[in-house]
């Protein structure tokens, strides 16, 4: 069941969404809490930390919609709202999309768009679950070791697994937000911090959809890696999709205005993967090291905005199925050699 706050100081509202959502409510698809303004919307959060959804007004007393939807990222940043105005102009739907809302309808309500926007936000929220089960499952990520997994082990087994290490033939990808640094220095930090964690979710949502997981996020950059059968192709299937993804976002406009672009290296061959960190502190990042991570990693930092590179190794392995232009010799740092380097088009 999917629980969805409502919050306008209109006071028939409440009865209108009861009658018009009667079936959802008594099938157990839909319930609903209520609330006057943003601070009692707040409270009721508090209240109901199982709230998916938020429908909200703007023109509210004592804190308006606009304002109560920059502070849900700090009670969840799994809950997505939906503001439903009177105030459908182009500024109140820019800031409201840009403080995190995830749709905007405009008053009087058409309650048949507002029950296809709710499913359509139903099926988004859903996804977000199982994106970060699917992160919180994943052993790359668990980089801290504490007495919780010690429940699970004996300390020789403990010992054994920091142990271990292996060499697998994989693609390592780094992808990195450009001259995110810039927004960063004339944005507040909780803006900088929800724009960070927005691209974030599309960029690891697709990773995931090609059996992809992350290795880390390191600043405004991530760094994946891709196993198993047809890892480079996946790999730059992911590279591609999340360009694509990222480029439908529309421009920030804050302090400063901000269209994201991403750079993207890939490369793909033998790495030693296993535990790298201090045993005695029990604190350790389980992730892959060696000259094809660092390769991948001079590839990103080589590409311009939007551009995805590989080497002439990859190109040659996956010429026939992606096209591909020849960007010519590039001298990378520790490497005696000039790489040869591909971009990837589509």
Not at 88 to 95: A, E, L
Request: net charge negative; hydrophobic share 40%; proline share 2%.
């Amino acid at each position: 069941m999917t629980k969805i706050l409502v919050a306008d100081d209109e006071a028939d509202l409440e009865m209108l969404i009861k009658q018009k959502f009667r079936r959802q409510i008594r099938e157990q698809q839909y319930s609903f809490v209520f609330a006057a303004n943003g601070v009692e919307a707040l409270t009721r959060l508090e209240q109901n930390p199982d709230v998916d959804i938020v429908l909200s007004d703007i023109n509210m007393p004592e804190m308006d919609g606009l304002t109560l939807i920059s502070k849900l990222n700090t009670v969840s940043p799994l809950i997505k709202a939906i503001v439903v105005s009177a105030y459908g102009d182009m500024d109140n739907i820019r800031t409201a999309m840009n403080r995190g809302a995830y749709d905007f309808l405009c008053k009087p309500v058409n309650f048949e768009d507002l029950e296809v926007t709710i499913e359509k936000t139903i099926v988004h929220v859903g996804q977000l679950r199982q994106t970060l089960k699917a992160i919180k499952e994943n052993n790359i990520l668990r980089m801290y070791v504490d007495e919780t997994v010690l429940n699970f082990m004996n300390r020789r087994e403990f010992e054994t697994s920091l142990l271990l290490n292996e060499t697998i033939d994989a693609t390592v990808v780094f992808i990195d937000i450009c001259n995110f640094t810039s927004i960063s220095e004339s944005e507040s930090p909780d803006v900088v911090v929800q724009m960070l964690n927005n691209y974030f979710d599309i960029i690891v949502k697709e990773i995931i959809a090609q059996n992809g997981y992350i290795d880390k996020f390191m600043g405004d950059a991530v760094m994946a890696i891709f196993k198993g059968d047809y890892h480079l192709d996946r790999a730059i299937d992911a590279a591609l999709a999340v360009r694509k993804q990222i480029e439908k976002i529309p421009e920030h406009q804050g302090k400063a205005s901000f269209k994201p672009r991403l750079s993207i290296g890939i490369n793909s061959g033998e790495m030693i993967s296993g535990n790298i960190g201090s045993a005695n502190l029990r604190r350790l990042d389980y992730t892959v090291v060696g000259d094809v991570v660092n390769t991948a990693q001079r590839l990103q930092g080589a590409a311009g905005a939007a551009q995805i590179l590989i080497t002439e190794q990859s190109y040659e392995k996956v010429k026939e199925f992606f096209n591909c232009k020849k960007l010519g010799e590039m001298n990378f740092k520790n490497k005696a050699n000039a790489t040869v380097v591909y971009e990837v088009i589509d």
